[in-house]
T-cell receptor, first 114, second 115 residues
Framework: AQSVAQPEDQVNVAEGNPLTVKCTYS??????LFWYVQYPNRGLQFLLK??????LVKGSYGFEAEFNKSQTSFHLKKPSALVSDSALYFCAVRDPGTASKLTFGTGTRLQVTL | DAGVTQSPTHLIKTRGQQVTLRCSPISGHKSVSWYQQVLGQGPQFIFQYYEKEERGRGNFPDRFSARQFPNYSSELNVNALLLGDSALYLCASSPGTSGRGETQYFGPGTRLLVL
């Protein structure tokens, strides 16, 4: 069965510094990977996805993610963090069988401070 | 354009009661999926519906059921509520025609509290 691991419960970074939120995955076949962000008392907002092609994927709000097949990782990055980026971030992998089922990680809370 | 909408936003029920949650997908989207997010965890897949047919079911008891209507809106029903059913219930819609790479767009969720 497919799975996603987010090894850090929380990531702290100062505003203006680069940020990385880590994600590793396990899936049979080609991986379809997604990042979502969740603000307090809100649903999930789509940031970006990897399907195939270039290993560096660019998404919304200046975020990007690097797909690494050999390390089975899909880390989320941003060159310069903003306080408004503080939120809960989820990595997810699409089930190889069911077209819509996403399997999510446990989430990483990003805290950006001044 | 309107995103995915869900109603109600909040709900309080007591154990043993039944609840119905509603979801309207993005216009043109034919696939609706339901997820349960317990506090401190990632969302867990409950159901997927496409063109009014169930296409996938997660590891949830039969107390959970859903349906999709001709206008592609959907309802999630939970019977015989347990304390452990307290969670944020998320609905996601997608076109349903683009395969595994298509993006699911989530609604704001319905927060259910079971007392």
């Amino acid at each position: 069965a497919q799975s996603v691991a987010q090894p850090e419960d929380q990531v702290n970074v100062a505003e203006g510094n680069p940020l990385t939120v880590k994600c590793t995955y396990s899936v049979s076949g080609n991986p379809y990977l997604f990042w979502y962000v969740q603000y307090p008392n809100r649903g999930l907002q789509f940031l970006l996805k990897y399907i195939t092609g270039d290993n560096l994927v660019k998404g919304s709000y200046g975020f990007e993610a690097e797909f690494n097949k050999s390390q089975t990782s899909f880390h989320l990055k941003k060159p310069s963090a903003l306080v408004s980026d503080s939120a809960l971030y989820f990595c997810a992998v699409r089930d190889p069988g069911t077209a819509s089922k996403l399997t999510f990680g446990t989430g990483t809370r990003l805290q950006v401070t001044l | 354009d309107a995103g995915v909408t869900q109603s109600p936003t909040h709900l309080i029920k007591t154990r043993g009661q039944q609840v119905t949650l509603r979801c309207s997908p993005i216009s043109g989207h034919k696939s609706v999926s339901w997820y349960q997010q317990v506090l401190g965890q990632g969302p867990q897949f409950i159901f997927q519906y496409y063109e009014k047919e169930e296409r996938g079911r997660g590891n949830f008891p039969d107390r959970f059921s859903a349906r999709q209507f001709p206008n592609y809106s959907s309802e999630l029903n939970v019977n015989a509520l347990l304390l452990g059913d307290s969670a944020l219930y998320l609905c996601a819609s997608s076109p349903g025609t683009s395969g595994r790479g298509e993006t699911q767009y989530f609604g704001p969720g319905t927060r259910l509290l079971v007392l």
